[in-house]
């Protein structure tokens, strides 16, 4: 794989009033990696999400998004450029059904300039593109599933939902906060191929995750974060063999002893 | 649960014609084309006839003003209820739009055909940009700033004695003929109703409800959300500006007044009574409130009473409105079913 | 001097003004609407108690702070409770319970000039070379007082310690056993109560009009708002901040611009800080 760096954080640092939720945090996401962020709760990796992405304006540091400076833009100016992320509460268009919560992604600059998408102009054909990325990301078609009301959908398509949102904007990069929590294993089982799929595809992948099993099957690289630091960054095994990295996480050595009790 | 007590509860059922006419079939009956296009007749046709059948100039003329406030409660519903900003200040965009005819009227010599519209559409860009570095307040810091517009207006057009002060602007033409004046709010509400109801189904209109409902994942999808937000408000105070365009040419006059309480309050009276988010409710509500408060004119402030009441009753006991009840009806059966 | 002076003054009223409204605000996050109405309306109550019942004027000023604390409590635990959380239709039953308090007022005979409380204390005495009358001074003081002992109140007593606990985080305080209902109505009943305070300390210096609920319910708001809502010292700092102001734009522009300088105030706030000046964090976050 090609070493081209994507997307490039320089000593992001946010604080709260007096607390540091994230200090001097540095990294590289080369384009088609997929990166995982894993840490104890609280230890700023929704922040660092927020801060990339602009929903939080950083205290200092800098951000590069293929190339360019993206520190002081707007989220939705940073969206434009095809850096997306999903949210870890969901939050759908629940009086719209779920192929109409596409349409307002599809009706985006970025989305109508990129094209690719069939149609697009006429008001209509948002319908059907939306029930075609739907179908991509695991909604079946000839089902009722794509129409039923957003309110009424279960956690796992609501996740996927979300990443649909992320789709429609033909994205160089998906930022997922936990897509996996709060889903049944076998929901689980049936998202991985999905975001094997997205990484074949091309599509460069943060993902923040607490599963980790799942996280080591598909990140190629993981950044461990504690108290709104970096502590490190490696490979899964490297990162997973680190007794640093044990201890911040579990709380003991003996990674074993946690995995088999949890 | 007492042992013998039977549970029970209500059950809501789509009537029959209601579920034949979702779809095109209902073109291939007289009665499921009647049953869609009844309650859209009855309301076009009542708008259209009222003025005919009330006895007298003075009904009409309160026809013609409910058709205003019936602007003013479809505008302020829009913005509440579809793009989640809400507005407690609807006078001032009666103001503006008001100011902005009665100028463009006695300076500038227009006739009522240009300073309508115009002051429509230059009321709504000047409206927009005043609001603009409000838009993104939320709830009640929005609530409490378009709340003080108004009341600032008023007071800067006193201090600085500048608009004809306290005396307001004199001297405006009035509508060319009798038939206008009482025609031009009637036609415009109904065009500005049918249209703000397709708007709000087109995929900008889906855009602005999703600001609403979730603003965060609209800018996570690469939109601007404040300029959603800056054309919803521009429509939004471009109805009101038309409806203070309308009344100043009517009573020949514009003042401070027209930034008074009234015309921020009894629209959102009418909406909650009508029915929030609904656009026709709005009306509906005019049509009850208006001519209750031109019947009550003789209790003087005791009308506002009235009218603060309602509004607080309908909001506690009654918050889906007479609308959304009068289309549950319309579209729907209840039954109590055995659990 | 006469600006310092007469600054100081005009600050500790709006503080007063304010005091009631970031209370309410602050515990149980109810925008209440209602707070200059509730303010005019104890005014006509301790008036009526004096001229038609003949009451001393100290006892009746204990009943109406009282009955005002009763009406505020039993508006929000008749009707407001009922839309608690809703925050729009928090604003608009509590403006409406206002609007038809003020109206009803103005409906019932209470308007023009003829409404006067007298001062507590006549009399002058002069400060560095300027006039000042004794009620104003026990504006000053009382506005003292009722700052420290609400710093008093709410952190060593129970129910206000409760009350700190809500205002900080709803859910926590339910957690640890705090009736959060309960709370709020006893919240409002204060808020009500420190309006009627203002109104009784206030209303000696001019006369009770209708229309003063309407610009008190602007200036308790604008304080509130530049002070950061929800937070009682910055309140109090806001309230000095637009006091001074206002006296100034009178010596130096014209009283006609008194309430532009409030107005503008909230305006240039809520556009740049919209979380006030000494709003915390957590707040602006919800906000924007």
Not at chain 1, 106 to 114: G, Q
Not at chain 2, 119 to 136: E, F, H, I, R, S
Not at chain 2, 197 to 223: E, P
Not at chain 3, 216 to 228: K, N, P, S, T
């Amino acid at each position: 794989m090609s070493e081209e760096p994507i997307l490039i954080a320089e000593e992001m640092t946010k604080t709260f009033g007096g607390i540091i939720a994230l200090n001097r945090v540095s990294f590289t996401v080369n384009r088609g990696d997929v990166l995982g962020i894993i840490g104890p709760n609280g230890s700023g990796k929704t922040t660092t999400v927020n801060c990339l992405t602009g929903f939080v304006r950083k205290t200092s540091g800098r951000v590069y998004f293929l190339g360019t400076d993206i520190s002081k833009k707007p989220p939705h100016k940073i969206a434009d450029m095809g850096l997306t992320r999903t949210f870890q509460v969901m939050r759908p268009y629940y009086s719209l059904p779920a192929y109409k919560n596409l349409v307002i992604p599809l009706f985006s600059p970025r989305a109508r300039r990129t094209g690719g998408w069939r149609g697009g102009g006429r008001l209509g054909d948002r319908d059907t593109v939306g029930i075609d990325i739907l179908e991509e990301i695991g909604f079946e078609r000839d089902s009722y599933v794509p129409y039923k009301n957003a309110a009424t959908l279960p956690t796992g398509y609501l996740k996927r939902l979300e990443l649909a949102r992320c789709l429609a904007l033909k994205p160089e990069v998906i930022i997922c906060d936990e897509i996996f929590s709060g889903l049944s294993m076998s929901e689980i089982a049936s998202m991985v191929p999905l975001i094997e799929r997205l990484q074949m595809d091309g599509i460069t992948l943060i993902m923040i995750e607490h599963r980790l099993r799942e996280l080591f099957r598909v990140a190629n690289r993981v950044m461990v974060m504690n108290f709104g630091e970096k502590l490190m960054e490696g490979s899964p095994e490297k990162v997973m063999s680190d007794d640093k990295v044990k201890e911040a996480y579990f709380g003991s050595r003996d990674i074993e002893e946690v995995m088999t009790h949890a | 649960m007492t042992e013998g007590m039977e549970q029970r509860r209500k059950e809501r059922v789509d009537r029959g014609i209601k579920v034949r006419t979702d779809s095109l079939y209902a073109l291939l009956s007289a009665g499921e084309i009647a049953y869609l296009a009844l309650p859209r007749l009855v309301l076009i046709l009542g708008l259209l006839l009222l003025p005919l059948v009330v006895p007298g100039m003075y009904w009409q003329r309160v026809i013609t003003i409910t058709c205003i406030y019936g602007l003013l409660a479809v505008s302020f519903d829009f913005l509440a209820h579809y793009v989640g900003l809400v507005s407690l200040g609807g006078a001032f965009f009666v103001g503006t739009g008001g100011y902005l005819a009665a100028i463009a009227n006695t300076q500038m010599g227009l006739s009522p055909w240009l300073t309508v519209p115009s002051a429509a559409l230059a009321g709504g860009v000047l409206c927009t940009l005043l609001l603009l570095p409000c838009l993104p307040l939320r709830g009640v810091y929005f609530a409490i700033i378009s709340l003080m517009y108004p009341l600032f207006s008023a007071r800067v057009i006193e201090a600085l004695d500048i608009l004809g002060g306290t005396d307001g602007i004199m001297g405006i033409d009035g509508f060319p003929n009798r038939i206008v004046e009482q025609y031009a709010p009637v036609v415009l509400l109904l065009l500005i109703l049918f249209g703000l109801r397709r708007l709000v189904t087109t995929d900008f209109g889906l855009v602005v409800r999703g600001v609403k409902d979730n603003d965060q994942a609209i800018r996570a999808s690469g939109i601007n959300v404040t300029y959603f937000k800056a054309v919803a408000v521009f429509v939004s105070a471009s109805m009101g500006c038309l409806g203070g365009a309308c009344l100043v040419h009517i009573y020949m006059w514009s003042g401070i007044s027209q930034f008074a309480l009234d015309f921020s309050i009894l629209p959102i009276a009418a909406t909650v009574i009508g029915g929030s988010g609904t656009l026709v409710g709005p009306v509906l509500g005019c049509l009850i409130l208006v001519p209750i408060s031109e019947m009550l004119r003789e209790f003087g402030t005791l009308r506002i009473v009235f009218y603060a009441l309602i509004l607080v009753a309908f909001i506690i006991f009654k918050s889906e409105g007479l609308m959304v009840w009068g289309r549950r009806k319309y579209h729907q059966f209840e039954r109590w079913t055995r659990i | 001097m006469d600006i310092l002076i007469y600054g100081t003054i005009n600050s500790v009223a709006l503080a007063l003004y304010a005091l009631g409204f970031a209370m309410v605000y602050g515990v149980s996050r109810l925008p209440n609407f209602a707070h200059g109405a509730l303010y005019v309306l104890s005014g006509f109550i301790t008036w009526s108690l004096l001229n038609s019942l003949g009451l001393p004027y100290a006892v009746a000023i204990v009943l109406t702070l009282l009955l005002t604390g009763i009406i505020g409590a039993l508006i929000y635990q008749l009707i407001l409770i009922r839309i608690r959380g809703m925050e729009i239709s928090e604003i608009m039953a509590s403006y409406a319970i206002g609007l038809a308090i003020l109206e009803g007022l103005r409906w019932g005979g209470f308007k023009g000039m003829t409404y006067t409380l007298p001062s507590f204390i006549e009399g002058s005495t002069t400060i560095a070379g300027i006039v000042v009358d004794y009620q104003r001074l026990l504006v000053v003081v009382i506005g003292a007082a009722v700052v420290g002992l609400l710093w008093l109140f709410t952190h060593y007593t129970r129910t206000g310690l409760a009350l700190r606990g809500m205002a900080q985080d709803e859910r926590a305080a339910l957690m640890l056993g705090i009736d959060s209902d309960l709370m709020a109505v006893v919240a409002m009943g204060f808020g009500s109560m420190l309006a009627a305070l203002a109104a009784v300390v206030l209303l000696p210096l001019g006369n009770i009009v209708v229309e003063a609920g309407y610009n008190v319910l602007i200036l308790a708001i604008a304080v509130c708002i530049i002070g950061g809502l929800g937070s009682w010292m910055g309140s109090v700092i806001a309230a000095f901040l637009i006091g001074f102001a206002q006296i100034l734009t009178v010596v130096y522009l014209g009283a006609h611009y008194q309430m532009v300088v409030a107005l503008l105030a909230i305006i240039m706030t809520l556009i740049l800080k919209p979380s006030g000046l000494f709003g915390r964090q957590k707040e602006l976050e919800e906000r924007v």
